[in-house]
């Protein structure tokens, strides 16, 4: 037996209603597509950018009693604010504290060093190389 081709079946809707609901549908699902992806780019900054915005924060800092300190953490790249007297030069606060930013630091490592293991085992059991 051989077939040529096939007719797909085509599915009308019982109300005119319907239709209009699922081009509603179709449109709210492309919006949504459309401000998730202007989001992710607007969300993207890049490490001038940063810098300078905590260049910025800086001499913003310099104008209180308190000199506030802004610095990105190397090895999280996160952002640190540290609060500091400028009479006795000690540090009143800092956010994130330091034992959060080791302990994300070693998450980090951990998730990097998790990635080779799984790449690694992948590549053996399926033999494929990346």
């Given at each position: 037996m051989?077939?040529?081709?096939?007719?797909?079946?085509?599915?009308?809707?019982d109300r005119p209603e319907q239709s209009a609901s699922i081009a509603n549908t179709r449109k709210v699902k492309q919006e949504?597509?459309?401000?998730?992806?202007?989001?992710?780019?607007s969300a993207a900054v890049s490490k001038n950018?940063?810098?300078?915005?905590?260049?910025?924060?800086?001499e913003i800092g310099q104008l209180l009693k308190r000199?506030?300190?802004?610095?990105?953490d190397e090895?999280?790249?996160?952002?640190?604010?540290?609060?500091?007297?400028e009479e006795s030069g000690e540090v009143v606060r800092q956010v994130p504290p330091s034992e959060m930013l080791r302990i994300a630091a070693h998450l980090k490592?951990?998730?990097?060093?998790?990635?080779?293991?799984?790449?690694?085992v992948?590549?053996?059991i399926l033999d494929v190389r990346y």
């Open positions: 051989e077939v040529n081709s096939i007719n797909p079946v085509k599915m009308k809707p949504s597509r459309e401000t998730t992806v202007a989001t992710e780019r950018d940063l810098d300078r915005a905590v260049e910025s924060a800086n000199k506030l300190n802004f610095s990105v090895a999280t790249d996160k952002l640190v604010v540290t609060v500091i007297d490592q951990f998730q990097e060093m998790n990635d080779r293991v799984m790449s690694a992948k590549s053996i």
